[in-house]
């Protein structure tokens, strides 16, 4: 294993970017988009080769890397990665890249370096949350990443950017700083038992409790978490953000930045509160059950391309909260590779929704109409993301719902039954969708936009090419992403005392 | 007899340990003989020179004293660690708030006027008002103030402290009513701050009569033994206590002795106003936490309950009302009400179990916020059109556009005061409410956490209306500010990130320092 600081470099490399495209001259923005583009592959490269080193079977934290920061509070700078964070790194590094190149045109009239400059520094917030072992550096990541999206939505989003930038920011800064208090409380509660301030995650979950200190302090941390993943009835923040935001970012913003709750609760929650997650579970279940099928309901309702997309995300991490609290390995497994899965076909989603809003220049699915005939590859491309979005067999997101929905019937039937409606309700918004957006007869107002007459160009194929294929092979051959997950999925089980019933189906999914 | 014989023995005086509040009685004293006696066109660079150079004399003083821990001039005043800590704390804030004082580029012959009490409007008015080279006497007003302060910070009874808190309080009354424009605000600005500060020190001056009735004494150390020891009835200790808080949270604008905080946050000159917010929060809370921790530590136990009531109420009333301000000025007075109840969670932190965390972290918190706000009404100061600042909000839409780099150093302290990671506003309520969880006090933190959020909704108004929206036809200009100004908003925004990122060494010295002679 080599001892090169990965982590810290992966880190550290977005954030150097940033601040050198934010100083490159506002005339020249060619220079800033290619520098920009540049700097992000080289992230993807430095992640590959991370992802190469990770030694599968080893043990599951790998990469660790401290360094003293604020001793007198305990606090360090510790990067750590097990299996979860490994992937959602991968993932991370991947769109980055993509996303550059699919906004190449859509800073608009505003300061063209500032908005890739934002884009690199989100990344460096994103790699930093996953990355992070010591929960006040995962805290201080977990904030000031609202900033930079706080500004990519609310200087370059579209109508009614404003109030969706400060909602956005306001909802996710209650829960962080419910979750600071909470984070506080068990640092005061470590001190205690530990005899020394610390941050460390290894050593705070090793901490007992008593069972109204562990209740508070996992409410404080789900609902932080709750509110970024974002859960029912957390969720209004996200429409509004993913509607107003730049299709890149929105991208990045429910392909990545809301999987931190998700991993927040399986990073944090579950293993630091073992027993309230236990007794919350129940709760988090029906919270996502409902966020399944209500998600799913709302989006059918919905004639903005952006808003349904994003709602059903909501159902989307639905999902992924009922594979994590099913308690299972089978179900967790799902649910992580349901959180890459999501990114990968979300994120395509979105940025396809955003090369069809371009050239239309409206988001409104009545606006749209027959595109297919204008379009037809970008309409097919379009068609792909719908179905891989609603888990269509032979898709990686196939491979994971399935996964989440057969562990959680192990362990109960009713729910897993229930969710499979999301399912079919998935089927329903996602296919008339396409439908009316791109089959039927011509919208004549669309023949009238000289854009809508471009089909897919080659930096947009560029742009879906590696997502598509990335989604297929995962739909074939997900062994990949799985043996890296497993083993950190039990290990978070095994510390909340959930041993596995049948560990080794995990391992045959998706056949 | 016995009281003859004492009163004939002088006390033994420390002269080294107290240079830093003398060098600086003495330069505004030389001051005052410098408006006197020098020609106008030399007074501003004399003037400013000689603050500049006794603020940095204190300063080292300060320093090297750093390890005396010692009751001196009969115990009338305490030199130790908490007293040195916040000397030097103000002596730094001093010099920073000056070179916004100092700055004469930004308007010709600077912000201040020569004469508070000429009537607003009137001919005398207009004359003074365009002489270019007045107006000097606020250099001296600002040393007597800060040397008041530091006295109040040190002093070990009762009495010196009252002296102390008129000594502060006289200048800046004075300075308030020094604006060059906006003349009548101004000055109804230091009228209501005189009279509702005359009323608060007469309330303290109550307290302390109330309180010798009870201890028989002054000193701070006698008292602490009195209230161990007496058995006469507590009321009179309570309804001391009562009125000598009321005193000191009315300087520390805690609600509901906050009322004047927004008027005279508004209505004084910009730079006086950074002044006051943080270097006046630096005396007022460094003589509560004194008042409280050496003289009426069991007491203030008792009334946790009231002072975490007032915390409450002035963290809810701060952040609430200043979601509804429309003037910049007003809107950081009201942030800055807000932060003295964060400050009030840290005071209530040190109480009970003789944690020293409390009282560390709520030093931190001074410095922090202090070099935060500075800047913050530093770029107030900038922000102007031909009828000098434009502070309400609607002016500064779009100031973005027009001045990235100012726009970006404001938004960078909005986020500091939001309390986001990575600036000084984080760590030092991660400071405060760590020590007031372990000392039990979870309700306050959650409190503090839920009215963070409701005060960083003005703030990304602010935010939205700088970078989010359309510069207005009449969005001023950030005027260029000269080198005082620039030095005092670079020292200002670095202090904030620096301390956001390390604050390792500040930590440890508020540490150190967290400790009170008795």
Known sequence: MTSFPFLSVLTLLPLVGAGVVAVLPQGRPQLAKTVALVWSLAVLVLAALMYATFQVGGPRFQFRESYPWIPIWGTRFTLEADGIALVMLALIALLVPLVILASWHDAGERSVPTYFALLLALEFTMIGVFAAADIFLFYVFFEVMLVPMYFLIGSYGGARRQYAAVKFFLYSLVGGLIMLAALIGLWVVGRGQLGHATFDWHELTRLHMNTSTERWLFLGFFLAFAIKAPFFPFHTWLPDAGGAAPAGAAALLVGVLDKVGTFGILRYCLPLFPNASKYFAPLALALALIGVLYGALLAVGQNDLKRLVSYTSVAHFGFIGIGIFAFTTQAGTGAVFYMVNHGLATGLLFLVVGMLVARRGSALVSDFGGAGKLVPLLAGVFLIAGLASLSLPGMSPFVSEFLVLLGTFTVNKTLAVVAVLGVILAAGYVLWMVQRATQGALNPALEKIDSMRRDISAREIVVVAPLIALILVLGFYPKPVLDVVNPAVQATFSQIGKADPNPTVAQGGGK | ?518
């Open chain 2, 1 to 518: 007899m016995i009281l003859t014989q004492e009163a004939l023995k002088l006390p033994q005086i420390n002269y080294v340990a107290l240079s830093p509040m003398l060098i600086l009685f003495g330069a505004a004293t030389v001051g005052v003989l410098v408006e006197a006696f020098a020609g106008r066109g030399r007074r501003y660079p004399v003037q400013l020179g000689l603050s500049l150079v006794s603020l940095v004399a204190a300063l080292v003083m300060v320093v090297r004293v750093a390890h005396t821990r010692e009751l001196t001039a009969g115990g009338a005043v305490a030199v130790d660690g908490p007293a040195l800590f916040l000397e030097g704390t103000l002596a730094v804030l001093g010099i920073v708030a000056l070179l916004l004082v100092a700055e004469r580029s930004l308007e010709p012959g600077g912000p201040f006027v020569a004469v508070a009490a000429v009537t607003a409007g009137t001919e005398a008015d207009r004359v003074q008002a365009q002489r270019r080279d007045a107006g000097t006497e606020v250099y001296p007003l600002l040393l007597f103030a800060l040397g008041g302060m530091m006295l109040f910070v040190s002093a070990n009874d009762l009495l010196t402290m009252f002296v102390a808190l008129e000594v502060f309080s006289l200048p800046l009354y004075l300075m308030c009513g020094l604006a060059r424009r906006r003349r009548l605000l101004s000055q109804e600005a230091a009228l209501k701050y005189f009279l509702l500060g005359a009323f608060a020190s007469a309330f303290f001056l109550f307290g302390i009569a109330m309180i010798y009735g009870y201890a028989g004494q002054i000193n701070f150390a006698a008292i602490h033994e009195a209230i161990q020891s007496s058995t006469n009835d507590r009321i009179l200790l309570y309804l001391g206590l009562a009125l000598l808080a009321i005193g000191l949270l009315f300087k520390a604008a805690a609600v509901p002795f906050h009322v004047w905080t927004p008027d005279v946050y508004q209505g004084a000159p910009t730079p006086v106003t950074a002044f006051m917010a943080a270097c006046t929060k630096v005396a007022a809370f460094g003589a509560l936490l004194r008042v409280i921790y050496v003289a009426f530590e069991r007491t203030a136990w008792d009334l946790r309950l009231v002072i975490g009531g007032i915390a409450v109420l002035t963290m809810v009333v701060g952040s609430v009302l200043a979601v509804t301000q429309t003037d910049i000025k007003r809107l950081l007075a009201y942030s800055s009400i807000a932060n003295a109840g964060y400050l009030l969670v840290g005071v209530l932190a040190v109480g009970g179990n003789g944690n020293h965390d409390g009282l560390a972290s709520s030093m931190f918190y001074l410095v922090a916020y202090g070099f935060s706000v500075v800047a913050a009404f530093g770029v107030v100061t900038l922000v102007r059109d031909a009828d000098g600042e434009a502070t309400h909000l609607s002016r500064w839409a779009g100031l973005g556009r027009r001045s990235p780099l100012y726009a970006g150093l404001f938004t960078f302290l909005l986020l500091a005061f939001a309390g986001i990671p990575l600036t000084s506003g984080f760590t030092s309520k991660f400071a405060v409410f760590g020590a007031a969880l372990a000392s039990g006090q979870a309700w306050l933190v959650v409190l503090g956490a839920i009215t963070s959020v409701i005060l960083a909704f003005p703030y990304l108004r602010v935010v939205v209306l700088v970078w989010l929206s359309e510069p207005g036809e009449n969005t001023p200009t950030v005027s260029i500010p000269g080198a005082l100004t620039s030095a005092a908003l670079a020292i200002g925004a670095l202090a904030t990130l620096l301390l956001g990122i390390a604050p390792q060494p500040l930590l440890d010295l508020s540490s150190r320092a967290a400790e009170f002679v008795r």
